[in-house]
């Protein structure tokens, strides 16, 4: 058995705070997390699942944290030469009773130009903007580099 210290007594009363619950309470956010970086020159990222739980689809316009100057939803595609690339998703609709997985390798929220090193242990609070005009803010655990999500 390991000791447990205080960053993961930290992250563990983080992993159990409620979801976020956004845009009318339709929109529940679940389990964000990120992984620490290395400094400030690389962007960081963030990673959720956004639940519609209402009857009318919803839409993502944007992110905010005084994390990041640029808080910016990315899709990873990999073309039929094996090319894999990220753009920018100006909008991302989550369909009525569906859920869009922001994860590694697809959707993801990407931190770029970091005001500050994104250190295990700590979080922050970031901001999902919808197209309604609302605003949803969460905290977001900063995991380890080579974390694979909330369950490690």
């Given at each position: 058995m390991r000791p447990f210290g205080i960053a993961t007594l930290v992250?563990?009363?983080?992993?159990?705070?409620?979801p976020v619950l956004a845009d009318g309470d339709d929109v529940v956010i679940e389990d964000a997390w990120s992984r620490a970086s290395i400094g400030t020159s690389r962007p960081g990222v963030a990673?959720?699942?956004?639940?519609?739980?209402?009857?009318?689809?919803?839409?993502?316009?944007?992110?905010?944290?005084?994390?990041a100057m640029m808080p910016m939803i990315h899709a990873t595609t990999t073309d039929a030469q094996g090319v894999?690339?990220?753009?920018?998703?100006?909008?991302?609709?989550?369909?009525?009773?569906?859920?869009?997985?922001?994860?590694?390798?697809?959707?993801h929220v990407m931190l770029m130009d970091l005001q500050?090193?994104?250190?295990?242990?700590?979080?922050?609070?970031?901001s999902v903007i919808f197209a309604d005009g609302?605003?949803?803010?969460?905290?977001?655990?900063?995991?380890?580099?080579?974390s694979r999500g909330p369950a490690d």
């Open positions: 992250l563990s009363l983080l992993a159990a705070a409620p990673y959720m699942t956004l639940r519609n739980t209402g009857a009318e689809p919803v839409m993502v316009t944007g992110m905010r944290t005084d994390l894999t690339r990220m753009s920018h998703m100006e909008e991302v609709e989550i369909a009525a009773g569906e859920a869009v997985a922001l994860a590694p390798g697809g959707l500050r090193p994104m250190v295990e242990g700590e979080s922050y609070t970031l609302t605003e949803a803010s969460i905290q977001v655990p900063i995991l380890g580099m080579a």
